[in-house]
């Protein structure tokens, strides 16, 4: 079972995101009577309109279909889909069945070969209706916008013979887990501009389960897919859906530049569900990712730009990356990673009005000897941890790597961290920053930290091959690395040499 119970005092802040569904609620409740009696104009009406909507070469003339009614059984009211392209499809003019058993495959093709077809223009939108929509692996094409009406289900076949291997992402050289080919993603993108994915909520569910156990029983011989991979590609909306229960990473947009996720919830199992990360941006220039929930089996997020010798020569950064307003849970990983893939670099990211709860680690920086690149300027604002195990983490012998032939000088350059506004309760180890003699970390600023402890040992606030700033007084008491200014800017207490304390790695 997913977990997705929130600690109550959260659940009025996850409330207060939705007041028009309270607001139709109450509404309801007080007016049952006048309600049940629109519903049955509202359902003629429908029925009125939805005869005069036609179709002509894909285009809908006239009203959306889509605002249909049960009036029998749940009576819930569907929303009408809205127009968001000049030319409009539905998976079912295309020989789609929402069964749950039909496989729709040549469905999707089919529909998105259509929306190709229109070439420049506004593009097209295909619709897909409630129902459980069985598919293998497609392709998405440009200027295309794929839409999921509420209790609308895409599932992936789980038989690994229906999914496409694909050559290695160049960055990486091999897969992930597996030398060679890996399988391709579920909804696949590349070379693309201008594709958004959207609904009322409809769901993308990969079907995980059997992946994950044959990964397990080392069955497979090829790297899981992604549930959503867009490659080299631009101007990419995903919003306002469900994704669930990815066979590996569930979102990964990769090489892609102007790409923003907003209002997107992600989930799978929080153990037992390897490698599920939600959202992986790799070398991605100019991304959004906002107002997200996500609760996985690994990283809820992990930003990458490429592995050892093959990212070092793909050479493409991950930079200007905004993230902010997310509810997060990692039970296994950490709520925001960066790396430990980063030999293309990582720069300018800000992190804010972050809640990592009930996870073991809060927020992660990773790498090791061997990757090269940079991470420099994160700055993370407003954090929360509740129940975290390890608050922050900077560890630099993330030693794990694609083949022997790594450079065993290129070592990556950690500068220019920002920590402000850091809070928290329940956490046992607030920092934990390791650099060592060949990986320093440099220009670390802490300011506006108390983060109540579960554990009241010496060696709370971690450190070695550190250097940086304290500004004002935090809790707790930051190790001796930091220079420690008042709020004026006045050097209090200047940094001793760094030490390397004993530390306690069972926790
Ligand atoms: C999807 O696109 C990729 C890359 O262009 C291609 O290799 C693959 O065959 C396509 N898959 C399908 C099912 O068309
Ligand atoms: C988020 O998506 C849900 C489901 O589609 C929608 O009801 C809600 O209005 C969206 N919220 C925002 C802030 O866009
Ligand atoms: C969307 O659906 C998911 C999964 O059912 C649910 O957890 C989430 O709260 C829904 N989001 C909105 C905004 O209704
Ligand atoms: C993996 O390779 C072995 C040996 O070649 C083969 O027997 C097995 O069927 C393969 N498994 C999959 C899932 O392709
Ligand atoms: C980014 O993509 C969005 C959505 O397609 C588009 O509206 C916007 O103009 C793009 N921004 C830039 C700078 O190209
Ligand atoms: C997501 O839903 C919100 C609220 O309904 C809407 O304003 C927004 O346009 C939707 N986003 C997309 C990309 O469809
Ligand atoms: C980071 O941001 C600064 C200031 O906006 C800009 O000058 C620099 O080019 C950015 N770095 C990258 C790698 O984009
Ligand atoms: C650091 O990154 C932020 C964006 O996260 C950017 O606004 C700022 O200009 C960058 N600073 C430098 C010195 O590159
Ligand atoms: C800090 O983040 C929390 C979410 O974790 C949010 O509710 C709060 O409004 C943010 N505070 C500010 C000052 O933005
Ligand atoms: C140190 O980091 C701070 C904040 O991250 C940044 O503003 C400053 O430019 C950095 N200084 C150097 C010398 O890199």
């Known amino acids: 079972m997913v977990e997705t119970l929130l600690p109550s005092r959260f659940q009025s802040h996850l409330q207060k ?20 009696a629109f519903l049955w104009i509202a359902a003629f009406a429908s029925v009125f309109l939805w005869q005069r909507t036609s179709y002509i070469g894909g285009y809908v003339v006239g009203p959306v279909a889509g605002g249909r009614f049960t009036v029998f059984g749940k009576a819930k009211p569907l929303r009408p889909v809205p127009r968001l392209r000049p030319a409009v499809f539905d998976l079912k003019d295309f020989g789609g069945v929402g069964d749950g058993v039909t496989v729709n495959t040549e469905a999707f093709e089919r529909a998105v070969a259509e929306i190709s077809k229109l070439g420049g223009g506004g593009g097209g939108q295909l619709n897909v209706q409630p129902g459980r929509w069985l598919t293998a692996p497609f392709n998405l094409t440009s200027r295309m916008t794929l839409f999921l009406a509420e209790d609308c289900e895409i599932l992936g076949v789980e038989d ?7 050559p290695p992402l160049p960055s990486y050289g091999y897969g992930r887990e597996r030398p060679g080919p890996r399988y391709g993603s579920l909804i696949h993108g590349q070379n693309l501009k201008d594709v958004v994915i959207t609904g009322h909520n409809g769901t993308i569910n990969g079907q995980g389960q059997s992946w994950w156990k044959k990964h397990q029983r080392r069955l ?29 990473w569930t979102l990964h947009p990769y090489d ?4 923003t996720i907003r209002n997107v919830t992600i989930l799978a199992p929080v153990t037992g569900a390897p490698n ?25 997020i992990a930003i990458k730009s490429g592995w050892d ?13 905004l993230i902010r307003n997310l509810i997060v849970r990692s039970v296994i990983s950490a709520g925001v990673s960066i790396g430990s893939e980063m030999s293309g670099g990582i720069s300018n990211v800000t992190i804010e009005n972050l809640l990592i709860w009930n996870s073991r680690r809060g927020v992660r920086i990773k790498t090791a000897q061997g990757r090269g690149g940079y991470i420099k300027n994160i700055t993370y604002k407003n954090v929360t941890l509740d129940n975290v195990r390890v608050g922050i983490v900077i560890k630099t012998d993330y030693n794990e790597h694609a083949d022997d032939n790594y450079d065993r000088k290129a070592y990556p350059t950690l500068s220019g961290f920002s920590f402000s ?11 934990r920053i390791h650099g060592s003699e060949q990986i320093p970390v440099r220009n670390v600023t802490f300011r506006d930290m108390s983060v109540g402890l579960t554990y009241k040992k010496k060696h ?8 940086g700033r304290v500004i004002g007084s935090i809790f707790p008491r930051p190790c001796e690395n930091f220079d420690v200014y008042d709020e004026e800017g006045r050097l209090v207490k200047p940094a001793t040499e760094s030490t390397v304390p004993d530390i306690d790695y069972d926790i």
């Open 276 to 300: 599920t990360d939600g959202i992986d941006p790799d070398s991605c220039e100019d991304m959004v990712i906002e107002d997200c929930y996500i609760s996985t089996g690994d990283d809820a």
């Open 17 to 36: 995101l939705d007041p028009k569904r309270r607001l139709l609620a109450s509404t309801i409740a007080s007016h049952k009577t006048l309600l049940f």
């Open 309 to 321: 010798q093959f990212g070092i020569a793909y050479g493409r950064p991950s930079t200007n990356i």
């Open 220 to 248: 497979l011989n090829n790297t899981r897919g992604p549930l959503v991979q867009i490659m080299w590609s631009s101007d990419i909306v995903i919003a306002n859906v469900t994704l669930r229960d990815s066979p590996f």
């Open 460 to 467: 709370i606030f971690q450190c070695s091959f550190v250097k």
């Open 256 to 259: 892609c530049k102007n790409v």
């Open 160 to 166: 690994e013979k229906f999914w496409p291997l694909m």
């Open 421 to 431: 506004g850091i809070h928290g309760q329940g956490v046992r180890v607030p920092v």
